[in-house]
């Protein structure tokens, strides 16, 4: 599938085309992403609506290759550069083509000085909630909401006042708040942020109000097409489930439960413990653990797994490890224990694809990496009601069957887990202190409220040593090595500028609490050329 929209060559369209075909539309929307830390927030936000949304490229991606793909509108993000300072790049042409177009923050302040408004720095910046009224309560982009009401404001720069444009809202520091000329929509203020009252709305008023959108994802139609046909599949059997708490596999408990109502078979869930983060087990627990429809195991492999990565330095020998040596044997093992007919996992359309797998048109397909759930070989056949989705259409169908918002939106979490946080050979030192440092750092990545502001945060323990010192003693222990990102799609990613108190006070903590625990780095490296994890 493609990841990021750059140029619109036959290649990237046959994959849109396919995409299309997977999400049932024959529409898209283009996201320019310009390096706002909430960028995967503007991406939820319409994945939520059930609309197609490629992210696009602005530095690769022209107005030929705009006009070539002729997307159904166009938003563009907020971002640290400043117009008439550092402008970023992009193809302003573009804003001419005609399509509907939402500028968000930065995204607002190009296209008003592409048509000759003046955008400078404010004398009063804005950060954090502040009183947006709307100045013309007819406007499209704000039907259903109120004439005022608490916007999330973040920037130093701002749009002044024109008679090339209408100011259709304003703030006490930003008199064009929001504004529109033509087919170009601008916003001041972030829409996306959930302290912006009305975001939502919002978004559906561009998507299908501006722009004319006539697709959704039918999430709730395609869970019940689903749910009858697991229905048929289980009745009177017993089906194991691989269970990890996160947003595919509880989407398949969801549709499994509503499968198996009165039809007579019984569902168990197996959580597989070991090399996962250390509220994983506790989250799945608090969601899992109490249901009447689902028996809830625990199954403890730490033992198993560091057995199998026992002398493996590679992260890729890890993951084959990972996958073969444990995750395909404990499984299998559970299925028979259970006497189970049927087994089940949140395996998506991408996981087969990216593995080689999910051939389409008969044409082969390369192998971008080895995904943990895919090419496996049970005794029992396999369910896998999402392998015809991508993540955020198989998170709509969770939607749309009441799956807990908690579990659809946790940051992402390699399959291998924490095997992929340790360099070099795996340890049980090694991998408890990976466990203790992550169980550190998410917890205040929580406490701080900046869990949501990041797409995913993690911790790697590293070959390198560092000298301590220890009262009157002294010694060598490991360098622990930071990171967070703020991506939308992971296929590119900036790392996220964290508060200096927040690190000092996450280091300290690692330093003093972990054993074996020398020094504490932070990574700010941005994708490419670095990838997020480290393997």
Not at 54 to 76: E, S, Y
Not at 252 to 263: H, I
Not at 423 to 442: Q, S
Not at 479 to 501: H, M, Q
Request: glycine letters at 8%; one cysteine or more.
């Amino acid at each position: 599938m493609l990841q990021t929209f750059q140029k619109a060559t036959e290649q990237a369209l046959a994959a849109i085309r396919e995409e299309m075909t997977v999400r049932k539309t024959t529409e898209v929307f283009l996201l320019f992403t310009m390096g706002s830390q909430f960028d995967h927030l503007i991406k939820m936000a319409l994945e939520r609506l059930g609309v197609y949304c490629l992210v696009a490229d602005p530095a690769k991606t022209t107005v030929d290759d705009v006009r070539i793909l002729w997307p159904t509108g166009i938003v563009i993000s907020g971002g640290p550069a400043s117009v008439h300072s550092e402008p970023p790049p992009f193809d302003y042409l573009i804003f001419d083509l005609g399509i509907p177009v939402l500028g968000i923050c930065l995204g607002y302040q190009m296209w008003a000085k592409h048509i000759g408004v003046e955008v400078k720095a404010a004398d009063k910046r804005e950060f954090g909630p502040h009183d947006l009224v709307v100045t013309s309560p007819d406007y499209t982009l704000f039907y259903g909401c109120p004439r005022r009401m608490k916007v999330l404001e973040s920037h130093g720069d701002r749009v002044e006042p024109c008679p090339h444009f209408e100011i259709t809202a304003s703030t006490d520091n930003a008199l064009a708040a929001a504004a529109r000329h033509n087919h170009l929509h601008g916003l001041q203020f972030h829409p996306e942020c959930t302290e912006t009252e009305y975001g939502p709305q919002i978004f559906e008023n561009f998507c299908f109000r501006i722009c004319g959108a006539r697709d959704r994802y039918p999430a709730q139609d395609v869970a019940q097409q689903k749910i009858a046909h697991l229905r048929e599949q289980t009745r009177d059997k017993r089906v194991l489930l691989a269970l990890s708490g996160g947003s595919d596999s509880s989407t398949v408990a969801y549709l499994l439960k509503e499968a198996m109502r009165d039809n007579g078979g019984k569902l168990r869930g197996v959580y597989i413990k070991g090399i996962d983060r250390p509220d994983d087990e506790a989250h799945a627990r608090q969601y899992f653990g109490h249901e009447d429809w689902l028996e809830f195991r625990v199954v403890d492999e730490t033992e198993a797994f560091l057995a199998a990565v026992k002398g493996k330095t590679s992260m890729s020998d890890k993951r084959l490890a990972m996958k073969f040596g444990v995750y395909q044997r404990v499984l299998e093992r559970e299925i028979q224990e259970y006497a189970a007919s049927l087994v089940a996992q949140g395996t998506l359309y991408t996981d087969n694809s990216e593995s080689g797998l999910g051939y389409t048109g008969g044409a082969r397909k390369a192998v971008i990496k080895h995904h943990h759930n895919t090419g496996l070989q049970f005794s029992v056949p396999e369910l896998t009601p999402l392998d015809d989705c991508v993540k955020d259409s198989g998170r709509n169908i969770g939607r749309s069957i009441g799956v807990p918002e908690a579990l659809l939106t946790r940051h992402p979490f390699p399959g291998p887990g924490l095997l992929l946080r340790v360099e070099g050979e795996v340890t049980a030192e090694k991998l408890a202190m990976a466990h203790w440092i992550d169980d550190i750092y998410i917890s205040e990545l929580r406490k701080w409220n900046l869990y949501d502001s990041v797409w995913q945060a993690g911790a790697v323990v590293t070959v390198s040593t560092h000298t301590v010192s220890m009262g009157d003693d002294a010694g060598s222990h490991a360098v622990v090595c930071l990171w967070a990102v703020w991506s939308v799609n992971g296929f590119t990613a900036r790392w996220a500028e964290l508060p200096v108190d927040f690190q000092r006070h996450v280091s300290r903590r690692i330093t003093n609490e972990v054993k074996g625990a020398g020094a504490v780095t932070y990574r700010i490296s941005d994708k490419p050329p670095t990838t997020i994890e480290s393997g």
